[in-house]
């Protein structure tokens, strides 16, 4: 399709004001292969772009023809093959998505390269067409070498040594120097090769600065944690004496018929029926006590200050309580399992036989305090219940003395009997008394009485009375005064009822006696060895390769922490 078809028609212009733009506005495929085409008299020298940035950006499309051009370029009515694959060329690139900065770049190169687009993408065709590659690096490159008219007298280019180009169209290779000029390389370096320079010699600088680093690193692990774990490791495995230990198992027990003991007694497993007395036993051993009793029965002082023991592990000549007694707890291991209710053991020597044998005297010492810890248990509840039984016997003696007293000061065994036998007599008298008394009464409703009869009845009424008035007094002596029968009677019945509440308290102090010697009995203790002591033939102490790998462990810990320590004050020093 011919270009004058789609371009839009635009105003007339002045063509004889200006003849030349006017000419190559006609015909600018003319003026484009005119340019590129060289030419003996005309320079290769790339002219300005007098285009602006905004027209280089836009592609832009040459201006339609003239009238007359166009009338005769309509007689064949057919493009040629080079205009229909120019467009075809320009379409592609304009789908090819490239950015303003890229086009501006293709018309930089094309006019070094002595081309004239009539637009970017016209650029990048002139350049394709002639095997250039407008976004290679080393065009890029090129179009920063100052020009002649700006450059400075006296200032280098950077690019001396390069060889001078004598033809544009020409792909350059390497020329010959003649013999008589300098040859020598130029001191001075491109903008790019300096910046590599500067960009080497900052990476040299890291490097070294890293490497002094690590360096500094490096020593200060060696100082602060190979050197003493260097140590360390050579004390274990060198100067360390080699330490046996003796371990033993035992647990204390009860008495079986402890299991019906109180209303809990069981539910309660015997672990902790005996956890008390395990703790305490534990606690004995561990104590300075059994250590004294130990050095006195054994020499545990003496066998630890032995000049073939090494420093760190030997006592002094004269050793102290106190510093024996660090060397006995670190040597003598207690440890007890409260759900198990057994009791470990182990103790460490110099020598396997006196390993075994500290042991043994130690096992011996606690199986003596369980002993007494349940003996004494045992005397107290027996004590206690005891006691109680004599004082109720004594209370129970003197209250039956004291209702032997009133009987035989009563002289009589029941006064209360006394009393009812005087009561009864006075009834008798009184209904006796009554009779005669009625009696009288008949005798005395006849009109002529028998004298001797009434007489009679009246002497039986007046014996009866008095004999009533003497029972009544004595009822009335019986009652008044301290030594009354009502007294004694209270008395009597006082001192039984006392009798009969000690003869309670008495048996009770005596089932409570009975069930504390049977709860004294079940408090019995008994410690049973489950792992006899044996000595052992190899060293079981120092561990070498652990005790290393711990202290390297620890010292790293140290050194990592101080480190972390003194970077957090740096940082916040120079904050």
């Known amino acids: ?99 303003g900065r890229q086009l501006r770049m293709a018309r930089r190169v094309a006019q070094k390269h002595g081309l004239a687009p009539t637009s970017d993408f016209d650029a990048v065709r002139l350049l394709r067409a002639k095997g250039i590659d407008p976004f290679e690096r080393s065009n890029m490159l090129e179009l920063v070498v100052p020009s002649e008219s700006n450059r400075q007298p006296g200032e280098p280019d950077g690019f001396e040594n390069l060889p001078a180009r004598t033809d544009q169209n020409r792909h350059q290779l390497p020329q010959t120097v003649p013999v008589g000029r300098g040859t020598l390389p130029s001191t001075d370096l491109s903008p790019a090769d300096q910046r590599m320079r500067e960009i080497s010699q900052i990476q040299r600088d890291i490097g070294k600065r890293r490497r002094k680093k690590l360096g500094l690193l490096l020593v200060r692990l060696a100082f602060f944690v190979a050197l003493p774990t260097f140590l360390a490791g050579w004390y274990f495995y060198q100067i360390a004496t080699p330490m046996y230990a003796t371990k033993a198992d035992f647990l204390i027990i009860q008495n079986e018929g402890s299991g019906g003991a109180g209303p809990l007694g069981g539910l309660l497993p015997t672990q902790f029926a005996t956890n008390s007395d395990a703790i305490a036993t534990q606690g004995y051993l561990q104590s300075k006590d059994a250590m004294l009793r130990l050095d006195d029965d054994l020499g545990f002082k003496a066998h630890f200050t032995q000049d073939w023991i090494d420093p760190i592990q030997r006592l002094n000549t004269d050793p102290t309580n106190e510093e024996a007694y660090k060397t006995y707890r670190k040597n003598v291991k207690i440890g007890y399992d409260p759900t198990e209710g057994m009791i470990r053991l182990e103790v460490v020597a110099a020598e396997p036989e006196v390993s075994a044998e500290f042991a043994r005297r130690l096992i011996s010492y606690a199986e003596q305090r369980v002993n007494n810890l349940s003996q004494q248990k045992r005397e107290d509840q027996m004590k206690d219940a005891r006691q109680g039984f004599e004082k109720a016997e004594t209370e129970r003696r003197a209250a039956q003395e ?41 005798l005395l409703d006849n009109a002529r009485p028998n004298r001797a009869k009434v007489d009679g009845v009246e002497g039986d009424i007046r014996r009866l009375n008095d004999q009533l008035e003497k029972l009544n007094q004595r009822m009335n002596d019986a009652s008044e005064g301290e030594n009354s029968l009502a007294q004694m009677a209270v008395n009597l019945q006082l001192a039984q009822a006392d009798l009969a509440s000690r003869d309670m308290m008495l048996q009770s102090a005596l089932q409570q006696m009975e069930q504390s010697r049977v709860e004294a009995s079940r408090q019995v203790r008994y410690l049973t060895v489950a792992v006899q002591p044996v000595a052992s033939q190899e060293a079981s102490y120092p561990r070498k390769f652990e005790n290393t790998i711990l202290a390297f462990l620890i010292f790293a810990g140290i050194y990592l922490m101080i480190s972390l320590t003194a970077s957090i004050l740096r940082e916040q020093v120079t904050s």
């Not at 190559?24 to 300005?48: F, I, N």
């Not at 009238?67 to 090819?96: F, H």
């Open 1 to 99: 399709m011919p270009m004058a078809a789609n371009a839009a028609p635009r105003p007339e212009r002045d063509s004889s004001a200006h003849p030349e733009r006017d000419s190559s506005a006609q015909h600018p495929g003319r003026e484009a292969s005119d340019a590129a085409r060289p030419t003996p008299g005309r320079s290769l020298t790339p002219t300005p772009n007098p285009t602006s940035p905004a027209e280089r950006q836009v592609p832009q499309r040459p201006a339609p023809p003239a009238p007359s051009e166009q009338s005769q370029s309509r007689q064949g009515e057919v493009s040629s093959a080079r205009e229909v694959a120019s467009e075809n060329d320009m379409d592609a690139i304009r789908q090819e998505g490239l950015t």
């Open 402 to 442: 004291a209702l032997v007293k009133l009987q035989v000061e009563s002289s009589t065994l029941d006064p209360q009997a006394v009393i009812a036998a005087v009561r009864a007599q006075i009834t008798n008298y009184e209904t006796l008394l009554l009779e005669k008394e009625l009696e009288l009464a008949a």
